[in-house]
């Protein structure tokens, strides 16, 4: 059975930094892909960044320069650098894993963890 269990989040002021970390367990991580994905109450949940089993990365227009994915194959987690945080930011963020190209499609994610608490204040 693949567990995913995502870990640090919390609150911050606006323009701070936070790192989310996922850990993987039951799977190889390295041929997974994997993706961040966060939902706010009454919206749809968004792909926020992914990565690909060949290290290829994208992000949502709204984080790019601002949040890095990058994993530690060695650790089996995932991980997402978030810089300059902004209120809009704010929401739960979900680690996810599946079978597909790694695009920030939640429907080509089998796995997901259950979820962590990011709260930016102004």
């Known amino acids: 059975e693949v567990r995913l269990v995502e870990s640090g989040g919390g609150s911050v002021q606006a323009g701070g930094s936070l790192r989310l970390s996922c850990a993987i367990f039951?799977?190889?991580?390295?041929?997974?892909?994997m993706g961040w994905f966060r939902q706010t109450p009454g919206k749809e949940r968004e792909g926020v960044a992914s990565?690909?089993?060949?290290?290829?990365?994208r992000y949502a227009d709204s984080v790019k320069d601002r949040f890095t994915i990058s994993r530690d194959s060695a650790k089996n987690t995932l991980y997402l650098q978030m810089n300059s945080l902004k209120p809009e930011d704010t929401a739960i963020y979900y680690c996810?894993?599946?079978?597909?190209?790694?695009?920030?499609?939640?429907?080509?994610?089998?796995?997901w963890g259950q979820g962590t608490q990011v709260t930016v204040s102004s």
């Open positions: 996810a894993g599946g079978y597909g190209l790694g695009t920030l499609r939640q429907n080509e994610y089998n796995y």
């Open positions: 039951g799977y190889t991580y390295a041929t997974l892909s």
């Open positions: 990565i690909d089993n060949s290290g290829t990365t």
